[in-house]
């Protein structure tokens, strides 16, 4: 049963009553008013995700009804009815923006059937937005000016012009999948399908399917022919997210996908060929994880045509204060409502960062939520970061880190003094522009 939010707008009282039986059977959830006016009080307090409306009504037309939704760019949809119908009427309605037009009297099936394809639109359009943000979410470009991330992207650049398999490899939350989709988004696919899968979140039972497709009856609830993830990444790119995670039976069809470049759904006989290029990504050792008999072999070197290392965050710290501002920026939707103090920026630079750029991410999400507006010093930061911190193995690289932000600090106090406090004069004795001034000065707390 489908629960959605109604309006069925109708003076006539019998033939409301026998439109709010019907619809309330399909398990919809139906609001009813019995004259415009009533159906235009309603709309400002509620938002509907179909309303049914009599053109003709008291007090108010239902064009009326539509007028109030365009001008509040209410995302609603509306079927109108009426009993004075022609093929004029009915385009003049489509002309100013309804989804659907009836003429009484009319098959009651006949409506519930078009209630439900503009349901089913409004799903599609809906899982459309979701897709269209997490394409932008994917094509977030990588930040960093640290050697480690400049040699990255450089062998991205690299990667990208050919169609050779890469395995991404790194720790949890380093951002191999940014890795991935600047290599797709790089290369001469860059126009093609992306499309990912990960290892880990599908059921084993199931991966199968979700890899190669299935055709109908292939298996309990395969009720329709289902494309597969290789045929949706046809011409374009497909990256196996957590590929350690695998079932080895599969790797084996996996491996026979990648030597002779076609596939065989599940329950099918055809084979079907495809030309899609495959990244992979891991937070194992698949070295360590063949030794064990958890991987193939085989499959280990046939992936690892070019091995992609993301460093962890502690291996990169001196990008920690532009991560922060893009953090600060990103998740104030472009608007720089948080500061951080020196103190708070070395608290965060001395941190090792065991879930790395995903737990610094969070830490600036934190902080936006429970102390917006402010200037942070380090006893907003969460309170296990410093006992956390452990200089231990990378302390050269922790006191390096540092060791830039108190230059950069000085190198600035300095342009202040010889420009008398003018930035634009400062700003050019540094080689950057005023904003980037006012930017770091802002990040360091100076006034």
Known sequence: MISAPILLAEDDEIMRITLLDRLQQKGWQVDEAVDGRQALDKIKTKQYQVIISDIRMPYATGFDILAALQKAAVPTDIIFMTAYGSVEDAVECLKRGASDYLLKPFDMDDLIIRIERILEMQRVKARYISLQECCRQLRKPIIGSSRVVQEMLALINQVAVSDATV????????????????????????NGPYIRLNCAAIPEGL??????????????????????????????????????????????????????????????????????????ATAKDLGAQVHKGHFREDLFFRLKVIDLEVPPLRHRQEDIPELCDNFILELGQGERSLSLSTEAMEALLAYDYPGNIRELHNIIERLLVLHPDEIIYPWHLPADLASRATPGSGNSSLLLATAVVQAEKACIRQALQQSAGKKSEAAALLGISRKNLWEKMKNYAMS
Not at 169 to 180: D, F, I, P, R
Not at 223 to 239: I, Y
């Open 207 to 280: 991966i199968e399917s979700e890899l190669f497709g299935h055709e109908k009856g292939a298996f309990t609830g395969a009720e329709t022919r289902k494309m597969g993830r290789f045929e949706m990444a046809n011409n374009g790119t497909l990256l196996l997210d957590e590929v350690g995670e695998m079932p080895l039976g599969l790797q084996a069809k996996l491996l026979r996908v990648l030597q002779e470049k076609e596939i065989e759904r599940v329950g099918g006989t055809k084979s079907i060929k495809v030309d899609v290029r495959i990244l992979c």
């Open 167 to 190: 395995l991404i490899t790194g720790e949890s939350g380093t951002g191999k999948e940014l890795v991935a989709s600047a290599i797709h988004y790089t290369s001469p696919r860059a």
